[in-house]
């Protein structure tokens, strides 16, 4: 299995819920169109006339997964931006010790 560089394991994790939230917002929007097809079908209402209605009852029971997904994602994002700008600092620190060793040592050797 191939690691990941970069990601943490929650970031991973909030990416995943992030795709289980816009396969939760197709399958509303399918539920939604065979809904409101089946009413169009039994002549109950009729696209022109009840457009705006129709728009409503998608907003109301898809879209609120469409925004926790980008929110999730969101999330998750600014998790893996944080954690590769901690590594950066973790790097940096890292170095600097190394270079004033080196300095020192060079110092003794010369006198």
Known sequence: ????KGYSKLAITFYVFSVVMMLIFAFSCYNVT???????????????????DIML?????????LAYALIIWGI???????????????????????????VVETKETEE
């Open 1 to 4: 299995m191939k690691k990941l």
């Open 34 to 52: 065979t809904y409101i097809m089946a009413l169009v079908e039994a002549g109950s209402i009729t696209i022109s006339e009840n457009f705006s």
């Open 57 to 65: 009852y998608y907003i109301n029971n898809a879209t609120a997964y």
């Open 76 to 102: 998750g994002y600014i998790i893996s931006l944080l954690k590769v700008k901690t590594n950066d600092e973790a790097v940096v620190l890292e170095e600097a010790p190394q270079e004033t060793l080196e």
